[in-house]
């Protein structure tokens, strides 16, 4: 850092090396003393001290990670053959694309047992209003009342297992009970990105 003292033109300095200004002596062969022609003439400016940038290049390998929150896995909760696979790696994508496509007779299984249930659930929910009306007005059994509310429960609760299973597979359940089968499932992006690896290949 330099430290400037500017003086007027015509201005003499008198020093006294005594005792008392050894001190200031020392700080005046530190200090760097320009007249006003120098100043002038070497065309300096006074400025206040601040951040720039230098225009230097530095050039670098390396690799750049994203944190946990912005990395997505995508796998499936079954297996199944690999019909379709569009991407590959650095592709980009968009939070809700389909990525992959599988195919099983499991599936169509699973929208077989959910409509069997479906059908069942109806019934026993009519038979267990009507036997709740009956314990009611004390025409049946407390007995058959129970069972009728057991059997009703349990398939309810099959019920919703079924169709949480269904939901997780990307597959409506609304469309199963209007009958609209199907043997496919597909698997879309959860967040917006690009493909850093793929572990399928078609036909697996």
Do not use: H, W
Not at 17 to 29: D, F, K, V
Not at 104 to 132: C, G, H, I, M, W
Not at 141 to 170: C, H, I, V
């Amino acid at each position: 850092m330099l430290l400037l003292s500017i003086a007027g033109c015509g201005e003499t300095k008198t020093t006294n090396n005594t005792p008392e200004n050894s001190e200031e002596s020392e700080q005046l062969q530190t200090t760097i003393t320009l007249s006003q022609d120098q100043f002038e003439g070497e065309n300096m400016i006074l400025g206040k001290l601040e951040t720039q940038n230098f225009p230097t290049l530095v050039s670098v390998t390396g690799a750049i990670d994203v944190p946990p929150q912005n990395r997505a896995i995508v796998s499936s909760f079954t297996g199944g053959y690999v019909k379709r696979t569009p991407l590959l790696i650095g592709d980009k994508v968009k939070k809700g694309q389909a990525l992959i496509t599988l195919e099983n007779p499991e599936f169509v299984q699973l929208q077989q047992d959910y409509l069997e249930v479906a059908e069942q659930l109806t019934y026993l929910k009519s038979e267990f209003e009507r036997q709740e009306k009956l314990v009611a007005e004390q025409i049946s059994s407390e007995k058959n009342f129970l069972k009728a509310k057991s059997t009703y429960k349990q398939n309810l609760a099959m019920y919703n297992g079924l169709r949480k299973k269904l939901q997780m597979l990307n597959i409506s359940p609304i469309k199963v009970e209007q009958g609209e089968l199907t043997s496919q499932i597909t698997i879309y992006a959860p967040i917006s990105g690009s493909i850093t690896k793929v572990n399928i290949n078609k036909g697996m």
